[in-house]
């Protein structure tokens, strides 16, 4: 997970080369708004607003979180991420 911001130094970036330009609106992963904050979050190749990267399962913020996993395109805390995991409990197999 990274950290953005915008700076002039990141706008003089050739536009070819950029990944995530700030020349276009930015879209949220989450919640599909535009990103009009001076922060915004990466991961899963995706720019989100802090409070839209959440756990599938508990909502809880995975900015608050050492690591994020993801799954079937959804974000998960590493406690609601396991293959015998369902709806935070566990299966027996």
């Given at each position: 997970?990274?950290?953005?911001?915008?700076?002039?130094?990141?706008?003089?970036?050739?536009?070819?080369?950029?990944?995530?330009?700030?020349?276009?609106?930015?879209?949220?992963?989450?919640?599909?708004?535009?990103?009009?904050?001076?922060?915004?979050?990466?991961?899963?190749?995706?720019?989100?607003?802090?409070?839209?990267?959440?756990?599938?399962?508990?909502?809880?913020?995975?900015q608050t979180q050492p690591s994020?996993?993801?799954?079937?395109?959804?974000?998960?805390?590493?406690?609601?991420?396991?293959?015998?995991?369902?709806?935070?409990?566990?299966?027996t197999l």
């Open positions: 997970m990274m950290v953005s911001t915008y700076t002039p130094a990141s706008a003089a970036m050739d536009q070819s080369t950029c990944s995530l330009c700030v020349y276009s609106p930015i879209t949220c992963g989450g919640c599909g708004g535009h990103i009009q904050d001076r922060f915004f979050l990466l991961a899963a190749g995706r720019a989100w607003h802090s409070v839209c990267l959440c756990c599938s399962v508990c909502h809880c913020e995975l994020l996993f993801w799954r079937d395109g959804a974000p998960y805390c590493h406690l609601h991420y396991c293959r015998g995991c369902v709806m935070g409990t566990r299966r």
